[in-house]
C-alpha cells in the first residue's frame, strides 16, 4: 500500500469513491445529489491537501487535511477520510489515520478536530475513540439521516 498527494488525476477513482458515501447521506452533511464536479472541488479544495491510499492500482481511501480554523484556530487541524467499501475492516483507515496525524504534526498543527462525526457511524465513532479522540461535544439531531432520521453529530479532539 503506498500513500501519496491526491493528483488531478485521481479526480475520477476520487469521485468514484467519494460520490457513494455521499449520496448514502449517513455519515456527512453534504448535498446527497452531489455530483462529480462539486464533490471533487469540496474533497479537493485549495484550503486542503488530499492523499490518497493506493494498492496494486485500485484507490483504497482517501483523506483531506486543512486548517479547522482561520486565524486564532488555525494550529488546529481538521480531516475527512473515505474508504471504498469492500476495503473496509481491512485495516484501512488504520493506516491512514496515523499517516494523518504524522503530516498535521509535520504542518504545524499541535490538534486535531472533527467537527461532524455522525454518532450512529459506530465503526468511525470507536476507531477514533481507539486513536485517543475524545468526544468533548454533541450536537443533538444535526443529522437528517436518509434511515434513521434526526441524529446526533459528535465533536472530537485530540492533541497531535
Known amino acids: ?6 493528483s488531478p488525476d485521481d479526480a ?3 469521485a468514484a469513491l467519494i460520490l457513494p458515501e455521499i449520496a448514502a447521506g449517513d455519515t456527512y452533511a ?4 452531489m455530483k462529480a464536479a462539486a464533490a471533487i472541488a469540496h474533497w479537493c479544495g485549495a484550503d486542503r491537501e488530499t492523499f490518497v491510499l493506493e494498492a496494486e492500482g485500485h484507490l483504497l481511501d482517501s483523506y483531506y487535511l486543512r486548517a479547522n ?8 487541524a481538521n480531516a475527512g477520510y473515505m474508504v471504498d ?9 488504520r493506516v491512514m489515520a496515523p499517516d494523518s496525524f504524522d503530516r498535521a504534526r509535520a ?16 465503526r468511525a465513532v470507536t476507531l477514533w475513540q481507539a486513536l485517543g479522540f475524545a468526544i468533548v461535544g454533541q ?5 437528517r439521516h436518509p434511515a434513521l432520521g434526526p441524529v446526533d453529530a459528535l465533536v472530537m479532539f485530540r492533541s497531535l
Open 1 to 6: 500500500m503506498m500513500i501519496r498527494s491526491a
Open 12 to 14: 475520477a477513482a476520487i
Open 30 to 33: 453534504l448535498s446527497r445529489d
Open 69 to 76: 480554523q482561520a486565524g486564532g484556530g488555525d494550529h488546529v
Open 85 to 93: 467499501p469492500p476495503a473496509r475492516g481491512r485495516g484501512v483507515a
Open 107 to 122: 504542518a504545524g498543527f499541535t490538534a486535531m478536530q472533527f467537527n461532524f462525526v455522525v454518532s450512529s457511524n459506530m
Open 139 to 143: 450536537l443533538a439531531g444535526a443529522l
